[in-house]
């Protein structure tokens, strides 16, 4: 639509990832929002495409997305990170962390942020600074954090909110929930804002 503010197109989309990219009159630079799912280790669905393989093509995706905008990325990543540090030495603020466990996913999830330059939102941004679960195992009586949200530092400070939508019953995974800010364009008698 020419007359929209905004406007959204499929980037990049692969198996197992979901990229848009949305620009608009007011947004200086495009935004880029990814939304994975890595399986567990032990699932059937590694066998064709291992968790390695997936794990590189994401860090190609991301870093490719880097390249054009702002990057959001999102999903569940089986993976626990604990209080690994993400930032590459940067000095970025020390992470919040109820779930101090780390696995291997978490372990390739935090490698791959170093290597693209992305932050984790997890027990950074306003709302989620305790990292609190977002899976929930009934079986086993645990919480795990497993779900996260990956931002650019330049896409950082869009992140007005972050946070588990606790008290879902139609998964043993909680959502996660973002307020992004983005600016509007608006039209004032003829004129562009």
Same mark, same amino acid.
């Given at each position: 639509?020419?007359?929209?503010?905004?406007?959204?197109?499929?980037?990049?989309?692969?198996?197992? &990832?979901?990229?848009?990219?949305?620009?608009?009159?007011?947004?200086?630079?495009? +935004?880029?929002?990814? &939304?994975?799912?890595?399986?567990?280790?032990?699932?059937?669905?590694?066998?064709?495409?291992? #968790?390695? /393989?997936?794990?590189?093509?994401?860090?190609?995706?991301?870093?490719? /997305? &880097?390249?054009?905008?702002?990057?959001?990325?999102?999903?569940?990543?089986?993976?626990?990170?604990?209080?690994?540090?993400?930032?590459?030495?940067?000095?970025?603020?020390?992470?919040?962390?109820?779930?101090?466990?780390?696995? /291997?996913?978490?372990?390739? +999830?935090?490698?791959?942020?170093?290597?693209?330059? +992305?932050?984790? &939102?997890?027990?950074?941004?306003?709302?989620?600074?305790?990292? #609190?679960?977002?899976?929930?195992?009934? /079986?086993?009586?645990?919480?795990?954090?497993?779900?996260?949200?990956?931002?650019?530092?330049?896409?950082?400070?869009? #992140?007005?909110?972050?946070?588990?939508?606790?008290?879902?019953?139609?998964?043993?995974?909680?959502?996660?929930?973002?307020? #992004?800010?983005?600016?509007?364009?608006?039209?004032?008698?003829? +004129?562009?804002?």
């Amino acid at each position: 639509k020419t007359k929209s503010s905004y406007h959204v197109a499929d980037w990049a989309s692969s198996e197992g &990832c979901l990229w848009v990219k949305i620009i608009g009159r007011a947004l200086t630079t495009p +935004l880029l929002l990814g &939304c994975c799912y890595i399986p567990p280790l032990g699932s059937s669905q590694l066998r064709a495409v291992d #968790i390695e /393989a997936r794990f590189a093509r994401l860090t190609t995706d991301v870093s490719a /997305a &880097c390249s054009e905008g702002h990057v959001l990325l999102t999903g569940d990543f089986n993976a626990r990170v604990g209080e690994l540090d993400d930032s590459n030495g940067e000095g970025s603020q020390r992470r919040g962390c109820t779930d101090t466990t780390v696995n /291997a996913h978490g372990r390739r +999830l935090v490698e791959m942020c170093k290597d693209t330059g +992305l932050l984790l &939102c997890t027990g950074r941004a306003k709302g989620d600074e305790h990292a #609190i679960p977002t899976f929930w195992s009934s /079986a086993r009586g645990t919480a795990s954090r497993l779900d996260h949200l990956l931002v650019s530092p330049d896409a950082l400070p869009l #992140i007005q909110e972050c946070g588990v939508r606790k008290g879902r019953s139609d998964s043993d995974h909680c959502p996660l929930e973002s307020i #992004i800010s983005l600016p509007l364009s608006a039209h004032v008698q003829g +004129l562009h804002c």
